[in-house]
């Protein structure tokens, strides 16, 4: 599965599953989000070689899904400038259930490429994976990212107040979610606007 698309400076992007090639390129991209300290719940980047490997093979036994958003001009790491994950959640009643996590480089936001991971994600973890159902989480104050989720149909289904504790501040937590059928009945093509 490999897309191309072109984004709002004119940039011509590749969306396509994972590889292993890309590790380092999903690694520096997630760093650079969380030396933002502001959109993930997490302190510290992750430098290990090992810990980075274990993602890639934890993502391939449990078949779960990695899209990434590729710049074909540009050589490893700093290919990937985007990538949407849908994990599998713990239990086994909920198998039917994928959990989204997004992140996209700083200087590429605001050009639709997360609108276009969010899609493919959906329906490639519909196609391979049987999910009916996405989950996701996200900061109360992450607006561009609600915006976003709402725009592709995600509903709040809760909010978790003060689960986060960064920088001597409270942040609350907003639950969403959103049936892949209804997307695909609402969205019948794969070039989301």
Not at 144 to 169: H, P
Request: net charge negative.
């Amino acid at each position: 599965m490999k897309k191309v698309f072109q984004l709002k400076n004119g940039e011509k992007i590749i969306l396509r599953h994972v590889s292993e090639a890309d590790i380092e390129g999903i690694w520096h991209n997630f760093n650079e989000v969380v030396e933002e300290g502001i959109y993930l719940p997490v302190f510290f980047p992750v430098r290990s070689e090992y810990e980075k490997q274990s993602w890639y093979n934890h993502l391939l036994q449990e078949k779960e899904l990695c899209v990434v958003a590729v710049l074909p001009e540009f050589k490893s790491p700093l290919n990937i400038i985007g990538q949407c994950e849908v994990s599998n959640l713990e239990w086994d009643a909920a198998n039917h259930v994928g959990r989204l996590g997004i992140i996209i480089q700083q200087k590429y936001r605001d050009l639709g490429i997360g609108l276009h991971l969010i899609d493919l994600a959906i329906r490639e973890s519909k196609k391979l994976n049987d999910k009916e159902k996405i989950i996701l989480s996200c900061f109360s104050n992450n607006t561009r990212a609600l915006s976003l989720y709402k725009k592709v149909g995600f509903k709040t289904v809760g909010i978790r107040k003060n689960q986060f504790f960064m920088d001597a501040n409270y942040y609350d937590e907003v639950l969403m979610e959103l049936w892949i059928d209804d997307y695909i009945h609402q969205h019948p093509d794969s070039n989301p606007k």
